[in-house]
């Protein structure tokens, strides 16, 4: 659509996309520093404890609230 000559000059088109692939390069980067490691990618990189402990953190702020306790969650093993 940028690259239509009735829409932008040719001569702009192409910046214009240059500059929208830029800036969603920028924002995915910045948007990382925020967004946590899947714990798929945490048990792939050996860390397992973190792994498990941020799905349970996940699972039970989603379903109960931030205060929820493990044995509140729906897949863990039964409390006594």
Known sequence: MLLDP???PPDWGWRGC???GATLGL???LMRMWV?????W?????????ARHAR???TS??????T???CQTRRSSPCA
């Open 42 to 50: 945490l048990i792939t990189h050996n860390r397992v404890d973190e």
């Open 61 to 66: 702020r989603r379903i109960f609230g931030s």
């Open 56 to 58: 349970s953190s996940r």
């Open 68 to 70: 929820a306790s493990k």
């Open 6 to 8: 009735g829409m932008l």
């Open 18 to 20: 240059f500059l929208i």
């Open 27 to 29: 924002s995915i980067l």
């Open 36 to 40: 946590p490691e899947s714990p798929r």
